[in-house]
């Protein structure tokens, strides 16, 4: 029995690869390499001493994705692939749809044909648009995202939540991600963004690394406690272990049901950078800057309902995030 990490060469899902794997999973990978490199696979190998087969596929490719249901016993997919870049969203919606839709899509239909029967999907907390209130729990209304990449997420809730209706048998997970940071301790893997990073995270380590010269501090007159943004920020290898709870959750319910993953904890931009100085001995040196279009003040998780009924918490300080990301700045060129 293996599991399926669809788009499991990027930073997320390499990362659940290497969870799954400790735990005793077999897995299989399947990527275009879009948005990630093809050495990662071994990477997971060394880490994990275990095989990590990849085929290097599109999602959308359906005669390839058989392939991989026909030379293995797939009993379950996490469907990582897509596309994520909020500002390219915007300016290629349609790239966005079809790659985000259709690898969906294209992924139930090979499952039904081949009787899988278990999915969990990466969706995230913008599908909460501008929530009434915090911290937002999953009883909350979703909708009023405010781009296509949050867009096709909610559209990818509904067409999910409707195949759970219609098909008794079908099991899915939503796990809706608060703000996904760090790095696997071991400087091996992490996320590298192409360009000018968007992220708080991996603008500080680029600038800890001399890249950029300083952090544009986006707002500092939010009605927030220092005036600066508030997020969730969550370890990426905790976020991975939510997926192995989410996968033990799902063989045991059917229908659909959506789970915030996030620590419950909205720390400020400030608050960052600080814990980021403290972890790493080192200096970021801050321009106050306008308020960046589209952010909201402050967003955090309500995480009881995956502490409930998947038995997950997250371990991990703000500044171990803040020492591994840097860990993994100074080990990625
Ligand atoms: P990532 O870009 O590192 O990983 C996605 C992987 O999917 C990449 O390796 C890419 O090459 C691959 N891919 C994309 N389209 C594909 C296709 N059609 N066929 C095959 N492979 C394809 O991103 P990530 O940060 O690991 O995110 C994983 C998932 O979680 C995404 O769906 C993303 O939208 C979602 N998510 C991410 C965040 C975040 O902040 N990182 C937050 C919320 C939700
Ligand atoms: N932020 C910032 N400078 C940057 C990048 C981000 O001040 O260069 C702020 C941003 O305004 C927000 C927080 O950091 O308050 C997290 O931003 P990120 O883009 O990482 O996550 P998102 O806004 O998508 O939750």
Same mark, same amino acid.
């Given at each position: ?222 009605? $927030?406690?220092? /005036?600066?943004? #508030?997020? %969730?920020?969550? *370890?990426?290898?905790?976020? =991975?272990? @939510?997926?192995?709870?989410? &996968? ?14 996030? $620590?419950?904890? /909205?720390?400020? #931009?400030? %608050?960052?950078? *600080?814990?980021?100085?403290? =972890?790493? @001995?080192?200096?970021?040196? &801050? ?47």
């Amino acid at each position: 029995m293996a599991v399926l990490l669809t788009g499991g060469a990027g930073y997320i899902g390499s990362h659940t690869a290497v969870e799954l794997l400790s735990a005793g999973y077999q897995v299989v990978l399947a990527d275009n390499f879009c948005n990630s490199s093809p050495q990662v696979p071994r990477r997971i190998e060394q880490l994990t001493g275990k095989p990590a087969p990849i085929y290097q596929l599109d999602v959308r490719d359906a005669d390839a994705l058989e392939q991989v249901f026909k030379e293995n016993q797939v009993d379950a997919v996490i469907h990582f692939a897509g596309l994520k870049a909020v500002g390219e969203s915007v300016e290629r919606p349609l790239l966005y749809y079809r790659n985000n839709l259709d690898a969906t899509l294209t992924l139930l239909e090979v499952m039904a044909k081949y009787s899988c029967h278990r999915l969990i999907f990466s969706s995230s907390a913008t599908v909460y648009g501008d929530p009434e209130r915090v911290p937002v729990n999953e009883d909350m209304p979703v909708g009023g995202c405010s781009n296509p990449y949050g867009r096709t997420k909610l559209m990818i809730e509904q067409i999910l939540l409707d195949a759970a209706a219609a098909d008794p048998g079908l099991s899915v997970v939503l796990l809706r991600y608060f703000n996904p940071v760090g790095a696997h301790p071991s400087g091996l893997l992490g996320e590298k963004p192409n360009g000018i990073p968007n992220n708080l995270m991996p603008y500080i380590t680029q600038v800890a690394a001399g890249i950029r010269d300083h952090l544009n501090v986006f707002g500092n007159d939010y009605p $927030t406690p220092d /005036g600066t943004g #508030v997020r %969730d920020y969550i *370890h990426v290898c905790d976020l =991975a272990e @939510g997926h192995l709870r989410a &996968l033990e959750y799902a063989e045991t319910h059917r229908g659909a049901e959506a789970f915030n993953l996030g $620590t419950g904890v /909205g720390y400020s #931009v400030l %608050d960052v950078v *600080h814990a980021f100085e403290r =972890a790493n @001995g080192l200096t970021i040196p &801050l321009v106050f800057a306008p308020r960046r279009a589209g952010d909201l003040p402050a967003y955090w998780a309500d995480a009881e309902k995956a502490a409930r009924l998947l038995n997950w918490r997250t371990r991990r300080s703000l500044e171990q995030m803040c020492a591994d990301s840097w860990r993994w700045q100074r080990n990625c060129d």
